[in-house]
């Protein structure tokens, strides 16, 4: 009898990791490569998704046909949409079998071993999921600037509203409020050219100077933590209505933020066992039993 693989896939916009688990669940090796981001096609993904796999199975000393062998669990940013789904389980590909979920979905698999929990990722966007055991369910995370509270991108947007206020003289001016226009160029002229070409990361890339501003008594950034910590407190307490007994806060304002929440809701903030990858090769393991209900 052959022997069995499964290979875990995080894909995000910029590149994609996969990370190759053997029967033991023993790691046998990584690899990086292209764009994870189904947008971009599913023909493009894929090749860079067997592009790694292979070098991961070369490294092993394994040959070429063990791809056969390997069952592959996708965690995909923006995976959820229907015709995404579609062709991913149409393309022709030289795996066993393939499994799809967005990247927040096998973080959250991987956060608790698949066993129950939530996780909140606060990066650039937002995002909370909650996994009772057979079933995902979702609050958030329906994009900048519509929604996605608590995240880097909205507070550098809460920031350049309320520098903008402060320029005319509606709200105090402080010395965060002119360092944000100095960087945009110094006048809101500037900020709005900023804003016609700027994206999400962009405003995510304005939140240090809130936090760094925070720290030395700046009272525009205390009023924006505050309003910050208000909309990570609203999320979590709905994951705990959801049924939900621990959470994991991921992304790259996660450490910030639990520092300031952590006494408020004590046990029920927990740091992830394991990562997307783990959360991945779990969907690629189990996926016939679990994919009834994933993306509920």
Same mark, same amino acid.
């Given at each position: 009898?052959?022997?069995?693989?499964?290979?875990?896939?995080?894909?995000?916009?910029?590149?994609?990791?996969?990370?190759?688990y053997d029967e033991?669940?023993?790691?046998?090796?990584?690899?990086?490569?292209?764009?994870?981001?189904?947008?971009l096609g599913v023909?493009?993904?894929?090749?860079?998704?067997?592009?790694?796999?292979?070098?991961?199975?070369?490294?092993?000393? !394994?040959?070429?046909?063990?791809?056969?062998?390997?069952?592959?669990?996708?965690?995909?940013?923006?995976?959820?949409?229907?015709?995404?789904?579609?062709?991913?389980?149409?393309?022709?590909?030289?795996?066993?079998?393939?499994?799809?979920?967005?990247?927040?979905?096998?973080?959250?698999?991987?956060?608790?071993?698949?066993?129950?929990?939530?996780?909140?990722?606060?990066?650039?966007?937002?995002? %909370?999921?909650?996994?009772?055991?057979?079933?995902?369910?979702?609050?958030?995370?329906?994009?900048?600037?519509?929604?996605?509270?608590?995240?880097?991108?909205?507070?550098?947007?809460?920031?350049?509203?309320?520098?903008? !206020?402060?320029?005319?003289?509606?709200?105090?001016?402080?010395?965060?409020?002119?360092? !944000?226009?100095?960087?945009?160029?110094?006048?809101?002229?500037?900020?709005?050219?900023?804003?016609?070409?700027?994206?999400?990361?962009?405003?995510?890339?304005?939140?240090?100077?809130?936090?760094?501003?925070?720290?030395?008594?700046?009272?525009?950034?205390?009023?924006?933590?505050?309003?910050?910590?208000?909309?990570?407190?609203?999320? !979590?307490?709905?994951?705990?209505?959801?049924?939900?007994?621990?959470?994991?806060?991921?992304? %790259?304002?996660?450490?910030?933020?639990?520092?300031?929440?952590?006494a408020e809701f004590?046990?029920?903030?927990?740091?992830?066992?394991?990562?997307?990858?783990?959360?991945?090769?779990?969907?690629?393991?189990?996926?016939?039993?679990?994919? %009834?209900?994933?993306?509920?």
């Open positions: 009898m052959s022997k069995q693989y499964w290979l875990g896939v995080d894909g995000g916009g910029t590149h994609c990791r996969v990370r190759l033991q669940q023993q790691v046998v090796g990584e690899a990086v490569s292209g764009s994870g981001n189904l947008r023909d493009q993904v894929f090749a860079h998704i067997i592009t790694a796999s292979l070098q991961v199975v070369r490294s092993a000393g !394994l040959p070429d046909d063990t791809l056969a062998q390997v069952s592959v669990g996708m965690g995909m940013a923006g995976a959820c949409q229907p015709q995404q789904q579609a062709e991913v389980a149409a393309y022709s590909h030289p795996f066993r079998a393939v499994s799809l979920l967005t990247d927040a979905h096998t973080a959250c698999l991987g956060a608790f071993c698949g066993q129950p929990g939530a996780i909140l990722i606060l990066g650039t966007g937002s995002c %909370g999921l909650y996994f009772d055991g057979q079933h995902f369910h979702s609050i958030g995370g329906w994009g900048f600037p519509i929604s996605d509270g608590g995240s880097g991108a909205m507070l550098g947007l809460r920031l350049i509203q309320q520098s903008l !206020l402060a320029f005319d003289g509606m709200q105090p001016v402080t010395e965060l409020s002119q360092r !944000l226009l100095e960087q945009l160029g110094g006048h809101p002229v500037d900020a709005v050219a900023w804003m016609d070409q700027a994206r999400p990361r962009d405003y995510a890339a304005l939140a240090p100077l809130v936090w760094q501003a925070y720290e030395a008594g700046d009272a525009l950034a205390d009023s924006l933590v505050t309003q910050h910590l208000d909309d990570v407190r609203l999320l !979590l307490r709905r994951l705990q209505q959801l049924g939900a007994g621990r959470c994991a806060l991921m992304g %790259g304002l996660a450490a910030r933020t639990s520092a300031h929440l952590s004590g046990h029920f903030l927990v740091d992830p066992q394991q990562d997307a990858l783990y959360g991945a090769m779990l969907l690629a393991r189990d996926g016939v039993e679990l994919q %009834g209900g994933l993306c509920t």
